[in-house]
């Protein structure tokens, strides 16, 4: 077992199970819980937005945000912490009625450099774009290292393997904007009477949701036929 890991481990017993993490959650308190819900996360380094979906009527069930905020960790010990992070972080009573689970992943990391060459196929033209920074390269590997710690630690937790998509998978060449015109209604619906607007990363992990159960919700109601 690598040193690191065997640090994290102890770390965790001598917490008693408690990992250094933050839980800010906002429930529809209209709605009733039910079978079949989608969990989607965008993922970061420190910090990992959830939205909970319901396949039947496509609306929030919940946001939340789950945050390391032990900033004196070094990052291989917060990658590896968010394995434990579903066992030991606040208790969910929706994860009961989750089916399906989906976390983007980076697609690609634009090359590194000062500058770099690209061809618009259209004009034959070539044109210069700035290249990744050493950081930029650093952080993408980071999160992607995060997303599998805390992919095992979901699928430890809830027996549920969890779905990788890419960003230009979920929304294309969409820009924010449009991404989070689309979801306007549901989370319209959902902030009705609450004070605290969703953040950025949390509309995301609500548009990633509802992508996936626009486009899996058939699927779902085949199985629930085959299963009948």
């Not at 102890?10 to 009733?32: C, H, M, S, W, Y």
């Not at 970061?44 to 900033?71: F, G, N, P, Q």
């Not at 979901?154 to 924010?176: D, F, H, Y």
Request: overall charge positive; hydrophobic content about 40%.
């Amino acid at each position: 077992m690598p040193l690191n890991h065997r640090i994290f481990l102890r770390a965790i017993e001598r917490a008693k199970g408690k990992v250094p993490i933050e839980v800010t959650r906002q429930p529809n308190d209209l709605f009733v819980s039910k079978p079949n819900l989608c969990l989607a996360i965008d993922p970061h380094l420190r910090s990992m937005a959830c939205a909970w979906i319901d396949y039947a009527s496509e609306k929030i069930v919940a946001v939340e945000t789950w945050k390391y905020v032990d900033k004196k960790a070094h990052w291989p010990v917060v990658a590896q912490g968010w394995w434990a992070i579903p066992s030991f972080a606040k208790p969910n009573s929706f994860m009961s009625a989750v089916t399906d689970i989906v976390i983007e992943f980076p697609d690609h990391i634009k090359p590194h450099g000062p500058s770099w060459s690209s061809l618009d196929l259209s004009s034959g033209i070539w044109s210069k774009k700035a290249g990744a920074s050493n950081k930029q390269v650093s952080d993408l590997c980071k999160v992607a290292l995060s997303i599998g710690y805390l992919s095992a630690g979901l699928k430890q937790s809830t027996g549920i393997q969890p779905v990788l998509v890419e960003p230009r998978e979920w929304k294309g060449s969409k820009s924010k904007t449009q991404t989070e015109g689309e979801i306007l209604p549901v989370t319209k619906a959902f902030l009705k009477g609450k004070k605290k607007a969703l953040t950025e990363h949390e509309l995301d992990s609500v548009a990633i949701g509802t992508w996936y159960v626009k486009k899996y919700k058939f699927d779902l109601t085949l199985k629930e036929a085959k299963d009948g």
